[in-house]
């Protein structure tokens, strides 16, 4: 499939960065034997599972009359397709409940390109390992302690920068089949932080990441929490479902807890890994997001009439 058969914008090359020997793109190679085989035994895609579920899915679209999605676009099909295992009516809720979200919070979403958000990155509390884990899911390292001076960067803001980067990776056939894993890193939260957060964000996140989104979030770690962290994940607990709930793992500082699930081979030294690589920054990522900006915008322009509301 070919880059312009997928992207929503006019791009006709895949956007890079360098920073001596780190290259950052967005990964849009031949996908790995390994991959595909992961993609036919995970989510049963084979050409012709593939071909059958996309059009039954523009046929499913095509019903769905308030809903304006770019429906000639293959490689946006199979991004919902993929993390529904190819069902063409669990994909088709997938996009209706992703763009019901998206004007439910619309206050997060409207005008929302890389370029517009620089504080987040610029903050460095958000960032993507530039490798992958073991078994080819990208890796986001949140880092909501010492790092986070609430002062200069809301909430809000880490949501929204969260969103980019989760974009980004719907744009990767290599994330859409592997998925994701996060690292949370509370170390050094403070009990005034803890202020910041409400029920109403934790059920946005919550919705987020249960309902909202065509990534396979397949873990997220928790490391380096104290004792207080109790009462932020007190927040959240409410809204979980247990899919996810499994899916939330505390470690503390207990490195070999981490290694059970991500090999240390895939990790930097802080995190008792043995991977020896600069740490890429939240700016550094930005100057890759921002040649997205094109892309973004199109994203943005699909979906709800900005006037529906959720039933």
Request: charged share 30%.
């Amino acid at each position: 499939m070919s880059l312009a058969s997928t992207m929503l914008s006019e791009m006709d090359e895949i956007p890079v960065v360098r920073f001596g020997e780190i290259t950052l793109e967005v990964e849009y190679g031949e996908l790995k034997p390994e991959v595909k085989e992961i993609a036919r035994k995970e989510l049963r895609e084979t050409p012709d599972v593939t071909r059958d579920a996309v059009n039954q899915l523009k046929d499913l679209l095509r019903e769905e009359k308030d809903l304006h999605v770019p429906l000639e676009n293959e490689g946006w099909l199979i991004r919902f397709l993929r993390p529904c295992k190819f069902y063409p009516e669990s994909a088709r809720d997938l996009i209706k409940r992703y763009y019901s979200f998206k004007v439910k919070h619309s206050d997060m979403y409207d005008g929302l390109i890389p370029s517009r958000e620089q504080n987040i990155f610029n903050a460095d509390i958000l960032t993507v390992l530039p490798n992958r884990d073991q078994l080819g899911r990208r890796i986001l390292v949140i880092e909501l302690g010492k790092r986070w001076d609430t002062s200069k960067v809301s909430l809000d803001e880490v949501f929204k920068g969260c969103v980019l980067f989760v974009e980004l990776a719907m744009l990767e056939p290599e994330s859409q089949i592997c998925g994701a894993v996060v690292i949370f890193d509370m170390d050094g939260l403070s009990l005034s932080q803890t202020t910041k957060f409400t029920p109403s964000f934790a059920k946005r996140i919550v919705d987020f990441l249960q309902d909202s989104i065509p990534l396979r979030v397949k873990n997220i770690h928790i490391v380096n929490q104290p004792y207080i962290f109790k009462i932020v994940f007190a927040l959240f607990k409410p809204f979980l479902r247990e899919k996810l709930r499994g899916r939330i793992i505390f470690h503390g500082t207990d490195r070999k807890s981490l290694h059970k699930y991500m090999d240390p081979s895939v990790l930097p030294a802080c995190y008792g890994g043995t991977r020896d690589m600069p740490r890429v920054t939240g700016d550094q990522w930005l100057q890759l997001l921002r040649k997205c900006d094109n892309e973004y915008a199109a994203i943005n322009s699909y979906g709800y009439n900005k006037n529906r509301r959720n039933e």
